[in-house]
């Protein structure tokens, strides 16, 4: 490896190192409570580094947001090749399920924490293009579902609403603990089981 390729890999490296730990900080402290300073001394380096990668702290949250739909949004790709539209959304479902539990400060981030939309009040967008292009995949889908036959009397972007907020409740009562906190006889594989009682709901024509 030349010197010029080291040192892409070492800012590469410097550059994941802050965001890692500003995910971890917005998250356990509130992101208002958290400063360049913080993320600074969390990585042990001095504050002077963290501004050369990144403007300001609501640029760190602009790329952790964009990262976070970046990676689900690939998940979610994988998937174009599954034919039947029933069974891609039932495993476009598992696929979300499984990101926000393998990523929880990520998806607290993304879903959860309202300052990503402060974020965009700031730059004048009026829309959520991340959310959106999240939410058009499921809306697309849904739609196939409705012309194969399923879902009859229903409308389309009230449902596909629907199926959003009830995967997207799973996903935050388990971040946030809540299912072991009901007494639930097996907290650990409700998630996969509420999930698929869910499905059946659904999968009627």
């Not at 399920?97 to 939309?117: E, G, H, I, V």
Request: a neutral charge; charged letters at 25%.
């Amino acid at each position: 490896m030349g010197t010029s390729e080291r040192k892409a890999k070492e800012k590469e490296e410097i550059k994941t190192l802050i965001l890692n730990a500003a995910k971890k900080l917005f998250v356990k402290k509130g992101i208002d409570q958290v400063t360049i300073r913080k993320i600074a001394e969390e990585i042990e380096y001095s504050v002077g580094t963290v501004y050369v990668y990144f403007r300001d702290k609501n640029d760190i949250l602009h790329e952790l947001h964009t990262q976070g739909f970046g990676h689900l949004g690939g998940a979610m790709r994988i998937l174009n090749n599954v034919s039947d539209p029933m069974e891609r959304l039932k495993a476009l479902g598992r696929v979300y399920l499984q990101f926000a539990m393998d990523n929880p400060d990520m998806y607290d981030l993304m879903f959860n924490m309202k300052a990503p939309m402060d974020f965009l009040e700031s730059m004048h967008k009026e829309e959520w293009n991340e959310g959106k292009a999240t939410f058009d995949v499921l809306l697309k889908n849904v739609a196939q579902c409705i012309q194969k036959g399923h879902f009859e009397g229903h409308q389309l972007e009230p449902l596909s609403f629907v199926i959003w907020s009830t995967v997207h409740g799973m996903c935050s009562l388990h971040i946030s603990q809540r299912v072991k906190g009901v007494n639930l006889e097996n907290p650990d594989s409700m998630m996969g089981k509420a999930y698929e009682e869910f499905v059946t709901l659904i999968d009627k024509k």
